[in-house]
T-cell receptor, first 115, second 112 residues
């Protein structure tokens, strides 16, 4: 069964460093998302992306964050200058029009630890 | 701001029991409500509900939506230890490009 994959599974970085989290959405999906979950808290929406453009973003998704679909398979989240409070689990998700845009399938996540 | 509240926050049962998880919401221009199961990491899709009163069923799991009273329930019958997980409810507003707003989840523990 097709699934969303994410790499790396765990990333440790120093405060102020740039990180890139990578995702390979399900191959025929057209809508892509990033969410994060700080330990013990709710899953929070960051951004949605369609047709090479950001469709919607949350207040969390400030200028430090960017997303890109550099080729036909990868979808990345870049954090330019990480802060301690960026430590969280980051989930990528994707959906397709035939299954309904809202039915999102999540990857296993990347745990980001900022020291 | 959209709001999703789940209850109970945690539940401990024994195998074979039936459980009912609740999700109430406040959202402008409601479009859909989704249930996910989160075990160790990724939320796994269970159901999407858009219409009131139509039960969705998958094996021992079922869910229904009440758009008048603004809530949904997720039922699990004949629980098994493998059902132990966090169950998440999320809503989408009609003007959204797919933003899921999640509740805090219900932690279900099923003892043998």
């Amino acid at each position: 069964e097709p699934e969303v994959t994410q790499t790396p599974s765990h990333q440790v970085t120093q405060m102020g460093q740039e990180v890139i989290l990578r995702c390979v959405p399900i191959s025929n999906h057209l809508y892509f998302y990033w969410y994060r979950q700080i330990l013990g808290q709710k899953v929070e929406f960051l951004v949605s992306f369609y047709n090479n453009e950001i469709s919607e973003k949350s207040e969390i998704f400030d200028d430090q964050f960017s997303v890109e679909r550099p080729d036909g398979s990868n979808f990345t989240l870049k954090i330019r200058s990480t802060k301690l409070e960026d430590s969280a689990m980051y989930f990528c998700a994707s959906s397709d029009p035939s299954g309904g845009r809202d039915t999102q399938y999540f990857g296993p996540g990347t745990r980001l630890t900022v020291l | 701001e959209d709001k999703v509240v789940q209850s109970p926050l945690s539940l401990v049962v024994h195998e074979g029991d039936t459980v009912t998880l609740n999700c109430s919401y406040e959202v402008t221009n409601f479009r859909s409500l989704l249930w996910y199961k989160q075990e160790k990491k990724a939320p796994t899709f269970l159901f999407m509900l858009t219409s009131s009163g139509i039960e969705k069923k998958s094996g021992r799991l079922s869910s229904i939506l009440d758009k008048k009273e603004l809530f949904s329930i997720l039922n699990i019958t004949a629980t098994q230890t493998g059902d132990s997980a966090v169950y998440l409810c999320a809503v989408v507003r009609g003007t959204s490009y797919g933003k899921l707003t999640f509740g805090q989840g219900t932690i279900l523990t099923v003892h043998p």
